[in-house]
């Protein structure tokens, strides 16, 4: 997010540069409300809070992986084997 931030302060009026500091605060704020549920024991919330942030990056291994770990009590064995591969690939 870090470099996001600074593309715009370089170029506050470049649209793309725009969106992607969009973009890159959508899925911090995603992860920081995932975590914080999570801590509190609220898997099946942070898991959906975690999911948002995967509609801005489909493949952010962070939040993948925090999903699966939130899922562990709502899924079986293998299917959070998968999601925890499908991180790691």
Not at 25 to 39: E, P, Q
Not at 46 to 65: K, M, R, T
Not at 77 to 83: E, K, Q, R
Request: charged share 20%; glycine share 4%; hydrophobic share 50%.
């Amino acid at each position: 997010m870090i470099a996001a931030e600074n593309a715009a302060h370089v170029d506050p009026k470049n649209m793309e540069v725009m969106l992607k500091l969009q973009k890159a605060r959508a899925v911090a704020s995603a992860r920081t409300l995932g975590n914080d549920l999570y801590k509190a024991g609220k898997m099946l919330e942070a898991s959906v809070a975690y999911s948002e942030g995967l509609q801005y990056d489909p493949i952010n291994a962070i939040l993948l992986c925090n999903r699966a770990a939130c899922r562990c009590d709502f899924a079986s064995f293998l299917a959070n084997l998968f999601l925890i591969l499908v991180c790691l690939v």
